[in-house]
């Protein structure tokens, strides 16, 4: 009787283990949805003169220059999709900056999934009132590059390779 009752008690609680990680897996947020970091402090309105300008949109995609419709009532024209793969992929790691403002670096940006974006950004688009520029160091220090309102890199390795999974600091400007 004493093993059927330690067998019972050990077949429940493997049980409920299996039930709780289920549940908790059930509930936990996927990386692949698109997240949102709100506007933070507002953009300083200097240029850098070592900037590069993005040619207007290069994405092929029919609507590949819009994120989801949830994720634009956030910000509605002024934000900066990024993801960790080229072309845009949806099911990717994907995140949505709002504008204006700075982010010296990508860590812990409020409501990402993924906790550090720093040197994993491979394609990116631009919202149709947001100018961003984009650094290949913290501190928007390294190479930089300035994105058109509207633009779309679906694949920095064939456009810039030196800032392929390699953006670690972003300001966005409302226009």
Known sequence: MKSQSLMFFRTASLALGISAIVACRASAPTTNQTSVTPPNQPAASASNSNEQAASAPAATAANANQPAAAATAAC???WVQVFDD???????????ICGPGKWANLRN???AIKPNWGDEIESLRVGPRA????????NYTGTNLTLNPGSAIPSLKASNPTL????SSIEIRCN
């Open 109 to 111: 940006l409020t409501g």
């Open 131 to 138: 100018t961003v520029m984009v650094w290949g160091a913290e």
């Open 86 to 96: 080229k072309n845009f992929d949806p099911t990717d790691d994907n995140h949505l």
């Open 76 to 78: 509605p024209d002024c």
């Open 164 to 167: 392929s999974d390699n953006i």
